[in-house]
């Protein structure tokens, strides 16, 4: 089993920056692809980016490309999620998410992570 912790989510203005962690235990943590998924509410949970096992490739929904970034410290079991530039439609619960892959997690991860709020104010 792996258990993902979330932090960093809350209130920020439109045009602003938030930081998001994802702690992660329980397994190797190179063993295992990370991503971010979002659901705003009413709406179906969806794909915002992934990065694989050493952190040399990330992939991005459209809707935050070049907004967005990942990173991740294999050495503190930790991924991140960078929100710059933050737009009202990216209020949601932001959830983490593992894959046992050394692709990327795109879609059916193996392990989510139980969500932490982000909301944009216009």
């Known amino acids: 089993q792996v258990q993902l912790v979330e932090s960093g989510g809350g209130l920020v203005q439109a045009g602003g920056s938030l930081r998001l962690s994802c702690a992660a235990s329980g397994r190797t943590f190179t063993d295992y692809a990370m991503g971010w998924f979002r659901q705003a509410p009413g709406k179906e949970r969806e794909f915002v980016g992934t990065i694989n096992w050493n952190g040399g490739n990330t992939a991005f929904a459209d809707s935050v490309k070049g907004r967005f970034t990942i990173s991740r410290d294999n050495a503190r079991n930790t991924v991140f999620l960078q929100m710059n530039s933050l737009k009202p439609e990216d209020t949601a619960v932001y959830y983490c998410?593992?894959?046992?892959?050394?692709?990327?997690?795109?879609?059916?991860?193996?392990?989510w992570g139980q969500g932490t709020q982000v909301t944009v104010s216009s």
């Open positions: 998410a593992a894959k046992y892959t050394r692709g990327w997690v795109l879609h059916s991860p193996d392990y």
